[in-house]
């Protein structure tokens, strides 16, 4: 399975971006997909989550500002972020959990850089 990221990019304090990810190749059944971040010096964290029955999961801080969505028959996630703000600085990377014979995998995007200026 492959993941592919894109929308990334500069924007201004208060302003907003849109990311999407698009899963291909080897999908028997993606479960749940999501987008982490990791800003420099810092651990991975998740972002938001999203199952495919439309279940979703928000990091504190970015509830009420990010919004995640999927379109199961293309297995694609999105994030629309809205109201970013410097300390949302990092490259973001999305996930999907796939469900295969041998049970769950998890995958990863290359990442894309979201870069929030002050």
Request: proline share 2%; charged share 15%; aromatic share 10%.
């Amino acid at each position: 399975v492959q993941l592919q990221a894109s929308g990334g990019g500069l924007v201004q304090a208060g302003g907003s971006l849109r990311l999407s990810c698009a899963a291909s190749g080897s999908i028997f059944f993606i479960n749940i997909m999501g987008w982490y971040r990791q800003a420099p010096g810092k651990q991975r964290e998740l972002v938001a989550s999203i199952a495919r029955g439309g279940n979703t999961n928000y990091a504190d801080s970015v509830k009420g500002r990010f919004t995640i969505s999927r379109h199961n028959a293309k297995n694609t996630v999105y994030l629309q972020m809205n109201s970013l703000m410097p300390e949302d600085t990092a490259v973001y990377y999305c996930n999907a959990e796939n469900i295969e014979k041998l049970g769950r995998v998890n995958y990863w995007g290359q990442g894309t850089l979201v870069t929030v200026s002050s």
